[in-house]
């Protein structure tokens, strides 16, 4: 059981660490698209956009809505990824040492 639990925490780890690397890439995409280093015209560019940001919007959209753009910058994705490194740091291996606490009956 605590194996399972141990795997489930990986995976969980493994997922928010490809969703940092997402967040990321996006944001030096959109940083390029603005300042006309590339452009939309490039069909793997443009693909490559589209599928980032159908997984990062989702994530960034709640905090997009509270957040107000700081002089035309969005810091919305500064923060996702400070709470997201938060989760990964301090939540996950609390959450998982508490469970595998119950589980090994400590």
Known sequence: MAAIIGFIFFVINALLGLLVLAI???AVL???????????RNRFVNQLAGALDAIVAPVMAPFRAIIPPLGGIDIT???VL???QGIRGF??????AALMGLVGGY
Not at 30 to 40: C, E, G, M, P, R
Not at 91 to 96: D, F, I, K, T
């Open 82 to 84: 400070i709470l997201i």
């Open 30 to 40: 959109s940083w390029l698209f603005a300042f006309d280093v590339i452009n939309h």
């Open 24 to 26: 990321i890439i996006s």
């Open 77 to 79: 994705p500064i923060i």
């Open 91 to 96: 939540l996950l291996p609390a959450s998982q």
